[in-house]
């Protein structure tokens, strides 16, 4: 018996498997990797990035994760709100004067300009409602962002445009892998917060690639993780919990005290069949849109015109926003070194239209376009590859706030986690699996104290108490098998586990 299985290995399900390290624990990750929508590959000065890429710092549960897995980070340096627009390119000044600068008609500019009035007001009240409070749980806070401006889509909320001044807006709003119809009004305005850089905090970078941090989490797992693991139910028993997987074609069953469910929501409501009721159906009904991501090493020898952007917004373009990954090392450099890494990102109807394509006509269509944004860039480009998410990021559509109260209710033995269960991006993942993880931890502790737990030895009173391995209840049984022993490989009909179930890699 497990005291716990944490299912999928993303940023959501690490986070929990970190915060159960000292208890008995196995995670079950489909997928041959963990990370899930974290990916990134070191290249030397630089790293290329196909992911999340953004981070908490402050008094946030980001910080707290990067603290105690001593992951170095550093303040993104450049500007987040840089813009690509009708063959202009602006990197500095304020976004206000944008509709002024960019070339466009006078009717965009006048439809620009009072749009724009109306979302800087609201991004102020925003900031507000997102900021802590003293004494405040993260569920109230939560909450209080979902209510805001939930009751209506962004293109409700925002009215009829012109063609560019919906054009300027929409790179923003589909950050979301949705697109303005499909938004929440308030999400929308709460985007317009993260890239201005008010409120949110989502402003550090991962020293070498965000996959440094999970790497970080899962190094000192090791034993306890299970890759290519595909759950196919999860039930509760009367005392503990049942996981059902299958790896390397074989069925294997492991009993648990408790289970930290940290797929996406879709996977959630699949393998959960026994849920509470409200729940799972609200599990139902979480959306996700796609995305495809591209990461470009560059061999350029002289400074670029871009190196002091981080993130340049590219209406009317194959991808809606360019990730400049070398400005975070240009931001420790006293002398401007060769190379870079770009990322580019299309979500929602972008990514439908090239989801199905080769990844050539991709890396074409994204060079072609980069060429125009980035002039030269075409004749810099090293390396690339494409990066298809067609489970990608769960957005926030109107009256998805009333949805809350049942998907973070506490009932049973599975607790959720990843984020779809909050609107802060991959601090919503780390904070969801720290969460389920401790409401986890409670059950544990109450089990041990009772003793109504797996038997324990107490050699010493001074020393904490250590697992009998030998007793039947710390089995997992795998159809016609009893392993004993602990790996992240697939196991053996000698071999034992621990395990934390996990069914897919874009799970957190």
């Not at 049942?242 to 390397?248: I, S, W």
Request: charged content about 20%; some cysteine.
């Amino acid at each position: 018996m497990k005291d716990a299985v944490i299912v999928g290995g993303g940023l959501a399900g690490l986070s929990a498997a970190w915060r159960l390290r000292n208890w008995d624990i196995t995670l079950l990750e489909s997928s041959h990797r963990v990370g899930g929508r974290i990916r990134s590959e070191n290249r030397g000065r630089y790293f290329l990035n196909w992911g999340g890429h953004m981070f908490a710092g402050g008094k946030s549960s980001t910080n707290e994760l990067i603290t105690e897995t001593e992951t170095r980070t550093s303040e993104i340096p450049g500007s987040l709100s840089a813009i690509s627009m009708n063959g202009k390119l602006l990197l500095n000044g304020p976004v206000q004067s944008y509709p002024f600068r960019i070339p466009m008609a006078m009717k965009d500019r006048v439809s620009m300009v009072k749009a724009g009035a109306k979302v800087s007001a609201d991004v102020l009240r925003y900031a507000q409602a997102v900021r802590l409070r003293p004494n405040e749980t993260a569920e109230a806070r939560q909450q209080r962002i979902y209510d805001f401006e939930n009751d209506r889509s962004f293109a409700d909320y925002i009215g009829e445009l012109s063609e560019d001044a919906e054009a300027m807006f929409r790179p923003t709003i589909t950050r979301s892998a949705a697109d303005p119809d499909e938004l929440a009004a308030g999400a929308g305005i709460g985007y317009f917060s993260l890239v201005w850089n008010i409120g949110q905090g989502l402003n550090r970078s991962i020293s070498g690639g965000p996959s440094n941090l999970v790497e970080s989490i899962a190094a000192p797992l090791q034993e306890d993780i299970r890759l290519d693991a595909k759950v196919q139910e999860i039930v509760h028993k009367k005392d503990h919990v049942v996981v059902r997987y299958r790896q390397d074609d074989i069925d294997h069953e492991i009993e648990a005290l408790t289970v930290v469910l940290a797929t996406p929501a879709t996977v959630a409501h699949r393998v959960a069949v026994d849920l509470q009721e409200d729940k799972r159906e609200a599990l139902g009904k979480i959306v996700y849109g796609p995305y495809v991501s591209a990461a470009f090493l560059t061999n350029e020898t002289e400074p670029q015109p871009w190196d002091g952007a981080y993130g340049i917004a590219t209406p009317k373009r194959s991808f809606n926003v360019v990730m400049n990954q070398g400005n975070i090392v240009r931001g420790t450099e006293t002398e401007r070194q060769p190379g870079g890494s770009i990322m580019t990102f299309s979500p929602a109807s972008l990514a439908r239209r090239l989801l199905d394509l080769d990844d050539a006509d991709i890396l074409d269509t994204y060079i072609s376009d980069l060429d125009e944004v980035l002039p030269g860039f075409a004749g810099m480009v090293a390396e690339a590859q494409v990066q298809r998410w067609r489970t990608g990021a769960p957005y926030c559509f109107p009256r998805r706030g009333k949805l809350q109260p049942a998907l973070t209710s506490l009932s049973g033995r599975v607790f959720l986690a990843g984020d779809y269960l909050g609107t802060l991006y991959t601090e919503t993942a780390i904070s969801s699996g720290l969460t389920a993880a401790q409401q986890a931890a409670n059950i544990l502790a109450t089990a041990r104290q009772t003793r109504r737990h797996h038997p324990v030895q107490h050699p010493d009173e001074n020393e904490p108490p250590r697992h009998d391995e030998g007793t039947a209840s710390a089995r997992e049984t795998t159809t016609g098998i009893t392993p004993h022993t602990r790996h992240m490989s697939a196991p053996t009909p000698s071999a034992t586990a621990t395990t934390t179930a996990s069914t897919n890699s874009e799970a957190s």
